[in-house]
């Protein structure tokens, strides 16, 4: 059987990575049981692509999981920040208390302040 194209066994070996323990399984089982999930097809010419593509798998899932757990956090982190971000209401421009001359204080009806 020929060698199927690289995104076909990339596809299946998502799938297979997914299913199996690869702490426990050598690469050799790995393609030998890829292999038999591809209906017998002959990997040996692709075992450096296969490697490689393992290590791609488990380093994208590795950051899925990361971006998972620091979602949560972020989601925290972001809400906390908005918290800080929000000005502080203060007594400025129109609500502030400002001192104003006698003469004024006198047009406006007001005491000084």
């Known amino acids: 059987m020929s060698t199927p194209p690289d995104h076909v066994i990339r596809a299946k070996m998502e799938k297979l990575v997914a299913k199996v323990d690869l702490e426990t399984?050598?690469?050799?089982?790995?393609?030998?049981?890829?292999?038999?999930k591809m209906d017998g097809a002959d990997l040996s010419k692709k075992k450096k692509f296969i490697k490689a593509s393992i290590t791609e798998i488990l380093d994208a899932m590795a950051e899925e999981e990361e971006d998972s757990a620091s979602s949560g956090e972020?989601?925290?982190?972001?809400?906390?920040?908005?918290?800080?971000?929000?000005?502080?209401?203060?007594?400025?421009g129109l609500t502030a208390v400002?001192?104003?001359s006698d003469d004024m204080a006198a047009i406006l009806g007001k005491g000084k302040k």
């Open 25 to 36: 399984m050598t690469t050799k089982q790995f393609i030998s049981l890829l292999s038999k």
């Open 74 to 92: 972020e989601e925290e982190e972001s809400s906390e920040e908005e918290e800080e971000q929000k000005p502080k209401k203060r007594n400025s």
């Open 98 to 100: 400002k001192l104003i």
